[in-house]
């Protein structure tokens, strides 16, 4: 089976992405573990000690008595980075005043869902950080998405994104594609039952634009770019991508 995407109309697209990641819901974790070898860990918690969350924030202009940073997690999924921001947050400063809201577009990743491309619940400029860990990939309008965290944050707000990305290196990728395009969808039918879904995953990576265009999208949105503007993890498997709003 193949999950052709790029003929589908939006709608559908929509619905196909959440019935993907329902399928995927119950083995989420454990499949991570095993498509990245354990890696995702160590990007995750790479993620995390740069955004030092619960740190004192000299930036919140628009309400100096908030105790605490405002997070929101989109695409929170099972919580795997919100819980590791409020660790860090508790056993590094000492901070039980910083909150995380994850948002998630599937009921069954969590009680609570929301769009990402369209949050008219969340006030605009009341979100310090605004997260999205390996979920913007699968969303159908990624530029939306970006213009939905411009809209929440508050200037001086952080973007920060971490998604699969493009390998920096020929040998490397030649690799890593093989691993991908073989690997992950015989390891999903094996563990999960399910090969569609994770052929699927492995294609949105495919499909996932370059660094350098998704910092463009980024800047479109209206952030500022600090420094390169994202950072490559194990070669470009993964990258970091920061935006700070003005
Ligand atoms: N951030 C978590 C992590 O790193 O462990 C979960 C990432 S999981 C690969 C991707 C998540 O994106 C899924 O839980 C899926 O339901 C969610 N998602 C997909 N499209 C979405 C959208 N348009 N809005 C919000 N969440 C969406």
């Keep these: 089976t193949h999950f052709g995407f790029t003929d589908v109309p939006e709608a559908e697209k929509e619905s196909r992405v959440g019935a ?15 498509m990245s070898l354990g890696i995702h860990r160590l990007w995750k918690d790479h993620f995390v000690r740069s955004l030092n969350p619960g740190s004192p924030l000299s930036t919140r ?18 919580g795997d980075i919100a819980f590791r921001m409020l660790d860090h947050a508790t056993n590094i400063h000492h901070d039980i005043d910083t909150r995380v809201t994850i948002s998630d ?10 769009n990402a491309e369209h949050m008219p ?20 309008d990624k530029q939306a998405a970006l213009n ?4 929440v944050l508050k200037p001086g707000g952080v973007f920060a994104c971490m998604e ?30 399910d090969r569609a879904s994770y052929q699927y995953l492995v294609e949105s990576i495919e499909r996932f634009p370059s660094q350098e265009e998704f910092k463009g999208m980024i800047q479109k949105a ?25």
């Design 20 to 34: 993907v990641f329902s399928s995927v819901a119950s083995s989420y974790d454990q499949m991570n573990d095993l």
């Design 61 to 78: 202009i628009n309400n100096p008595e908030q105790k605490g940073w405002n997070i929101l997690d989109i695409a929170g999924g099972t």
């Design 105 to 114: 577009i599937n009921a069954q990743m969590l009680a609570e869902g929301a």
């Design 121 to 140: 619940h969340i006030p605009s400029e009341t979100v310090d950080l605004y997260t999205v860990v390996f979920g913007i990939r699968n969303f159908t």
């Design 148 to 151: 939905e965290a411009f809209r």
């Design 164 to 193: 699969f990305s493009k390998v920096d290196n020929p040998l490397f990728d030649a690799i890593y594609k093989r691993w991908n395009f073989s690997a992950i969808p015989m390891i999903g039918q094996l563990v999960a039952g």
């Design 222 to 246: 209206g952030f500022m770019i600090p420094g390169r503007g994202y950072e490559n993890l194990t070669c470009g498997i993964a990258a970091i991508h920061k935006g700070i709003k003005p």
